[in-house]
């Protein structure tokens, strides 16, 4: 089954402790990128990635890492977190330039609270 | 960069009435606008898209129409049902740049019996 797999789907964690979200997919997607969900402001793009290595700056990139080692993988790294990163995190994917203007294929979310 | 606006927020409105939602884009660039339903603790689902070349596309009871020149574009459901209820996402992306979704904030949409 082509999906998006996000773990893990809820977080409770404390200010400053380094934390980790994965996500992979298995469609062989060159595109992915991550969103955070707050009420009343939509989704926005942190982070996204072309290719493997090939990494960019979304509309809301400060106080987030992320890697493309592989092309399957591409997890969200919060160093230091701080409550105001507590939102709803989606990691999505899309096949890629080849394929214009396909759709995103959404995680099913990763709920992170920041204490 | 691209901005979206989205109109209305909530949307309230009678089983078996229409709901139309509306969007505006600021970059002409954009070529690709699809819209999203976000069910409660659940992830965005496609449910229609269009693309630039297109004025208005329809499947079933939903429908979606693009005014390039005046980039607007808008969500049409018909003979709503209490399962169409649900918060309504447009978005808006071009060719190139990773496929960025710019998205509106959202309509809530609730359909009573």
């Known amino acids: 089954e082509a999906q998006v797999t996000q773990n893990p789907r809820y977080l409770i964690t404390v200010t400053g402790k380094k934390l980790t979200v994965t996500c992979s997919q298995n469609?062989?997607?060159?595109?992915m990128s991550w969103y955070r969900q707050d009420p009343g402001l939509g989704l926005r793009q942190i982070y996204y990635s072309m290719n493997v290595e090939v990494t960019d700056k979304g509309d809301v990139p400060e106080g987030y890492k992320v890697s493309r080692k592989e092309k399957r993988n591409f997890p969200l790294i919060l160093e230091s977190p701080s409550p105001n990163q507590t939102s709803l995190y989606f990691c999505a994917s899309n096949p890629g330039p080849s394929y214009s203007n396909q759709p995103q294929h959404f995680g099913d979310g990763t709920r992170l609270s920041i204490l | 960069g691209e901005n979206v606006e989205q109109h209305p927020s909530t949307l309230s409105v009678q089983e078996g009435d229409s709901a139309v939602i509306k969007c505006t884009y600021s970059?002409?660039?954009?070529?690709?606008f699809p819209w999203y339903k976000q069910e409660l603790g659940k992830r965005p689902q496609l449910i229609i898209d269009?693309?630039?070349?297109?004025g208005e596309k329809k499947d079933q009871r939903i429908a979606v129409t693009l005014n390039k020149t005046a980039k607007h574009f808008s969500l049409h459901i018909t003979e709503t049902q209490p399962e169409d209820s649900a918060v309504y996402f447009c978005?808006?992306?071009?060719?190139?740049?990773?496929?960025?979704?710019?998205f509106g904030t959202g309509t809530q949409l609730k359909v009573e019996l």
């Open positions: 269009i693309r630039s070349n297109v």
């Open positions: 978005a808006a992306s071009f060719t190139g740049g990773g496929n960025k979704l710019t």
């Open positions: 469609m062989n997607h060159e595109y």
């Open positions: 970059d002409s660039a954009s070529n690709y």
